[in-house]
């Protein structure tokens, strides 16, 4: 299984940036997929994890600006994250796993490399 996640940038605090996960070798069929975030010098964050039967998770500091959603027929995963904040600056990495959403990355066994966002003030 391969992921591919791009989307990143450097935007101003207010603006809004759409991630993309793509994913090879597997269908997200029975699959939940969530994504990261790792700031420099910090643990890996839970962001938002969507599953086959489209339920979602988020963490509470992106309730209500980020949105997590999925094409099947292009087995992608998208980010939406608007109003931004600096404090949302970090790499963001999808992963993948069977079965339903959750939040801890050790439960996830299929990492893409990180997209760089940059949220200034």
């Known amino acids: 299984v391969q992921l591919q996640a791009s989307g990143g940038g450097l935007v101003q605090s207010g603006d809004s940036l759409r991630l993309s996960c793509v994913a090879s070798?597997?269908?997200?069929?029975?699959?939940?997929v969530g994504w990261f975030r790792q700031g420099t010098e910090k643990a890996r964050e839970f962001v938002a994890a969507?599953?086959?039967?489209?339920?979602?998770l988020y963490t509470d500091s992106v309730k209500g600006r980020f949105t997590i959603s999925r094409d099947t027929v292009k087995n992608e995963v998208y980010l939406q994250m608007n109003s931004l904040k600096p404090e949302d600056t970090s790499v963001y990495y999808c992963?993948?796993?069977?079965?339903?959403?959750?939040?801890?990355?050790?439960?996830?066994?299929?990492w893409g490399q990180g997209t760089q966002v940059t949220v200034s003030s």
């Open positions: 969507i599953d086959w039967s489209s339920g979602t």
């Open positions: 992963a993948i796993r069977h079965g339903t959403a959750v939040s801890e990355h050790y439960r996830y066994p299929y």
């Open positions: 070798g597997r269908t997200f069929t029975g699959s939940a």
